[in-house]
């Protein structure tokens, strides 16, 4: 390691960096393993979480299949407030609408809760050379 490479790597975070970073840690967190694994492979273009919180995932060639999984209710209305939050924004009956680049990976994200729908609902698209679009309701 050179002496800038070190001196960069012992410089203390600044307290806007650590901030981010503890959202960031925090985003992932409530996405949970089972969805970021999903949200890496290829060939998944769209996850959806239905109200009783059973995770959808729809492949490339394969068609929608039910995963097995089951989001928490409390998981997905934590998720929904971290990227609000990552995106610096409020979500509100006055301002339901939520839309933003995702911080994790540059997916376009949007999100609504009432009274634009009835139950929330997110939504995140990728463009990629096998991705079309990937989604997810909560």
Not at 3 to 20: E, F, G, N
Not at 23 to 37: I, M
Not at 50 to 72: E, F
Not at 90 to 98: D, H, K, M, V
Request: charged share 25%; aromatic share 6%; hydrophobic share 40%.
């Amino acid at each position: 390691m050179d002496i800038v490479s070190a001196q960069a790597a012992s410089k203390p975070l600044s307290l806007q960096q650590q901030s981010q970073d503890r959202k960031l840690e925090g985003l992932r967190r409530d996405f949970g393993p089972f969805c970021l694994q999903a949200l890496d492979e290829p060939d998944v273009i769209e996850l959806m979480l239905n109200p009783d919180g059973r995770v959808w995932i729809d492949r490339l060639g394969a068609g929608m299949h039910d995963s097995g999984y089951t989001m928490p209710l409390a998981q997905a209305e934590k998720l929904f407030g971290s990227v609000a939050s990552m995106l610096n924004r409020e979500l509100t009956r006055e301002s339901p609408i939520l839309e933003g680049e995702l911080p994790l990976d540059g997916s376009r994200f949007e999100g609504l809760i009432p009274p634009v729908v009835v139950t929330q609902r997110v939504k995140l698209s990728r463009y990629g050379e096998e991705t079309a679009c990937k989604s997810f309701h909560a």
